[in-house]
C-alpha cells in the first residue's frame, strides 16, 4: 500500500520514514553507532497500524536487533498474495531452532547476558493481533535473526493505495 511522505495518512504508516526516525534513536544507544543500518524499503510504503504502536513495535524489535548484531541490521518488505512482509534481519547469533517459541511468552528471556525484561518481544505481538497481523522468528540461513511482520492488505483503501509515490 502506498501513502504520502507524511509518517502517518489516516490509519496508514508510512514505514520509511518512520523507519528512518528509529534508526537515529537507536544510533544513539550503546553500539548503535557501530553498526551498520540498512532500510530496503520503498518511499510511499505504508502498513495499517498507528504510528505510536508501529514504533512500540519496531523500536522493540530493532532495539533486539542493536543488541544482538554482529555488524549489521538490515530492514525490508515486500508484497505477497495479499500481504506486506516487514522484516528485521541481524548477523548476531540467532535463536536456537527450539527455543524460537519461546521469545514470545511473557518474562521469559533466552540469554540473562543483554539489558531487558522480557516483557518487549510479548507487547508486541500482542499489538499486532489488533491489527490482524502476525510476528514470526526464523533464523536465517545466513546467520542471525530474522523477525518478519506480516499486515494484510486486502482491507485497506486509501486514495494513495494504487499507485507510488513520485
Given at each position: 500500500?502506498?501513502?504520502?511522505?507524511?509518517?502517518?495518512?489516516?490509519?496508514?504508516?508510512?514505514?520509511?520514514?518512520?523507519?528512518?526516525?528509529?534508526?537515529?534513536?537507536?544510533?544513539?544507544?550503546?553500539?548503535?553507532?557501530?553498526?551498520?543500518?540498512?532500510?530496503n524499503i520503498p518511499?510511499?510504503?505504508?502498513?495499517?497500524?498507528?504510528?505510536?504502536?508501529?514504533?512500540?513495535?519496531?523500536?522493540?524489535?530493532?532495539?533486539?536487533?542493536?543488541?544482538?548484531?554482529?555488524?549489521?541490521?538490515?530492514?525490508?518488505?515486500?508484497?505477497?498474495?495479499?500481504?506486506?512482509?516487514?522484516?528485521?534481519?541481524?548477523?548476531?547469533?540467532?535463536?536456537?531452532?527450539?527455543?524460537?517459541?519461546?521469545?514470545?511468552?511473557?518474562?521469559?528471556?533466552?540469554?540473562?547476558?543483554?539489558?531487558?525484561?522480557?516483557?518487549?518481544?510479548?507487547?508486541?505481538?500482542?499489538?499486532?493481533?489488533?491489527?490482524?497481523?502476525?510476528?514470526?522468528?526464523?533464523?536465517?540461513?545466513?546467520?542471525?535473526?530474522?523477525?518478519?511482520?506480516?499486515?494484510?492488505?486486502?482491507?485497506?483503501?486509501?486514495?494513495?493505495?494504487?499507485?507510488?509515490?513520485?
Amino acid at each position: 500500500m502506498w501513502c504520502s511522505e507524511n509518517l502517518r495518512t489516516g490509519w496508514l504508516t508510512n514505514t520509511r520514514p518512520a523507519f528512518e526516525k528509529i534508526v537515529k534513536a537507536m544510533k544513539t544507544m550503546p553500539r548503535g553507532d557501530e553498526l551498520i543500518w540498512e532500510i530496503n524499503i520503498p518511499d510511499g510504503l505504508g502498513v495499517a497500524i498507528d504510528i505510536q504502536d508501529f514504533f512500540e513495535v519496531f523500536g522493540n524489535l530493532l532495539d533486539n536487533a542493536r543488541k544482538w548484531a554482529t555488524h549489521k541490521i538490515v530492514i525490508s518488505s515486500e508484497e505477497m498474495e495479499g500481504q506486506i512482509i516487514v522484516s528485521v534481519q541481524d548477523d548476531g547469533p540467532g535463536v536456537p531452532n527450539d527455543k524460537i517459541d519461546k521469545v514470545l511468552k511473557r518474562g521469559r528471556r533466552l540469554d540473562e547476558q543483554k539489558t531487558g525484561t522480557g516483557l518487549g518481544l510479548p507487547i508486541a505481538a500482542k499489538v499486532l493481533e489488533h491489527y490482524n497481523a502476525r510476528l514470526v522468528f526464523k533464523n536465517h540461513q545466513s546467520g542471525g535473526t530474522c523477525v518478519c511482520i506480516y499486515f494484510p492488505t486486502h482491507h485497506l483503501q486509501n486514495e494513495h493505495t494504487s499507485k507510488p509515490l513520485k
